[in-house]
T-cell receptor, first 115, second 112 residues
């Protein structure tokens, strides 16, 4: 199993450009989420999904859109990039299963710079 | 507003020492407290987790101590090794492992 994969690894955008960060998992996990990591702030939840067709906002959703058309994929869209969105983005997934306390598996991250 | 506060920001310990990282939370509805380990250029990986019905959990050299009345929990690393050098995050969530709220992170360095 590849686990959680993210593309691209690095990206540089100009202010106002749009792009999609890709996330895929091959573990048949119901739950997927996006976090951003900034120095001194830990990781903050952007959006999450509890299954295909169901998404909801996290702590810092402004400027980002998500959709979940399949169990495997959970792309994150930046509609109009701003310098404040310069960050490292992590996708994570976990199984709901019989226990709600299942481990969240994180991808390797995408480092985004907005000029 | 930081719901989970972590300290210290950075920590340097000699090999064999016992680094201790502390976290405090406000929301008494939190019922799952994991610790994540992150190496440079990698995503966080679950290290150990505890639920508030126990006061301590040990897995190998890693121990979580939990004080429900003080709303604090801490990570202890016994016989620390240079390979333990990483950034450590505490986190908390309500009713499961999803929607984690993370602390600010601690950069741990273990000197040989």
């Amino acid at each position: 199993n590849a686990g959680v994969t993210q593309t691209p690894k690095f990206q540089v955008l100009k202010t106002g450009q749009s792009m999609t960060l890709q996330c895929a998992q091959d573990m048949n996990h119901e739950y997927m989420s996006w976090y951003r990591q900034d120095p001194g702030m830990g990781l903050r939840l952007i959006h999450y999904s509890v299954g295909a067709g169901i998404t909801d906002q996290g702590e810092v959703p402004n400027g980002y859109n998500v959709s979940r058309s399949t169990t495997e994929d959970f792309p994150l869209r930046l509609l109009s990039a701003a310098p404040s969105q310069t960050s490292v983005y992590f996708c994570a997934s976990s199984s709901s299963g019989t226990s709600a306390y299942n481990e969240q598996f994180f991808g390797p991250g995408t480092r985004l710079t907005v000029l | 507003q930081q719901q989970v506060k972590q300290s210290p920001q950075s920590l340097i310990v000699q090999k064999g020492g016992i680094p201790i990282i502390n976290c405090a939370y406000e929301n008494t509805a939190f019922d799952y407290f994991p610790w994540y380990q992150q190496f440079p250029g990698k995503g966080p990986a679950l290290l150990i987790a505890i639920r508030p019905d126990v006061s301590e959990k040990k897995e190998g050299r890693f121990t979580i101590s939990f004080n429900k009345s003080a709303k604090q929990f801490s990570l202890h690393i016994m016989d620390s090794q240079p390979g333990d050098s990483a950034t450590y995050f505490c986190a908390a969530s309500i009713q499961g492992a999803q929607k984690l709220v993370f602390g600010q992170g601690t950069r741990l360095t273990i000197n040989p």
